[in-house]
T-cell receptor, first 110, second 113 residues
Framework: GQQVMQIPQYQHVQEGEDFTTYCNSSTTLSNIQWYKQRPGGHPVFLIQLVKSGEVKKQKRLTFQFGEAKKNSSLHITATQTTDVGTYFC??????????FGKGTKLSVIP | KAGVTQTPRYLIKTRGQQVTLSCSPISGHRSVSWYQQTPGQGLQFLFEYFSETQRNKGNFPGRFSGRQFSNSRSEMNVSTLELGDSALYLC????????????FGPGTRLLVL
């Protein structure tokens, strides 16, 4: 099926460093969603991006949707231990099936 | 509003058995989706229901089935369990016919021995 590729698979950062995860698709996306899953928890919706070149911010988190709507990124500024978890992108909103990337597992070293 | 609830939270079964998992969506939500999460395959879509109708099905064998009731509660069933069915099964609800935000439940962790 049509996949969304997410990189990196793992990222270890020192507390206070920045973190970025990337999501790429071979086809144009109608929109993309981002979720966070804490260890032992369930995915929690963060944001949905719809427009080409869209940039949205949530406190220290910045989400971008590429101009060609084939890629997206999530950037966290000055990571904290509360940012630990796995970040997923998902495509397919508006259709009847969400396809998730494999996720980026973020570890923050205090 | 109460969140999505799933029962049971943990389950141990043996190969060949069958299992039924339950999901109660957020009040007012009519769309329910099911996902299987494993370390190797990640989050994989199983099926989605809206108003008691299955609208889409993922690439899983026929041993995996589901249904939705008139109150939007949903169940999924796995028959003839295999070791590889061990996973976290997540249910997610959303308000309407279009897929907006997915609100996930805590999941049912199934272990097949």
């Amino acid at each position: 099926g049509q996949q969304v590729m997410q990189i990196p698979q793992y990222q270890h950062v020192q507390e206070g460093e920045d973190f970025t995860t990337y999501c790429n698709s071979s086809t144009t996306l109608s929109n993309i969603q981002w979720y966070k899953q804490r260890p032992g928890g369930h995915p929690v919706f963060l944001i949905q991006l719809v427009k080409s070149g869209e940039v949205k911010k949530q406190k220290r988190l910045t989400f971008q949707f590429g101009e060609a709507k084939k890629n997206s990124s999530l950037h966290i500024t000055a990571t904290q231990t509360t940012d630990v978890g796995t970040y997923f992108c998902a495509k397919g909103a508006g259709s009847y099936q969400l396809t998730f990337g494999k996720g980026t597992k973020l570890s923050v070293i205090p | 509003k109460a969140g999505v609830t799933q029962t049971p939270r943990y389950l141990i079964k043996t190969r060949g058995q069958q299992v039924t998992l339950s999901c109660s969506p957020i009040s007012g939500h009519r769309s329910v989706s099911w996902y299987q999460q494993t370390p190797g395959q990640g989050l994989q879509f199983l099926f989605e229901y809206f108003s008691e109708t299955q609208r889409n099905k993922g690439n899983f064998p026929g041993r995996f089935s589901g249904r939705q009731f008139s109150n939007s509660r949903s169940e999924m069933n796995v028959s003839t369990l295999e070791l590889g069915d061990s996973a976290l099964y997540l249910c997610a609800s959303s308000p309407g016919p279009r897929r907006e935000t997915q609100y996930f439940g805590p999941g049912t962790r199934l272990l097949v021995l």
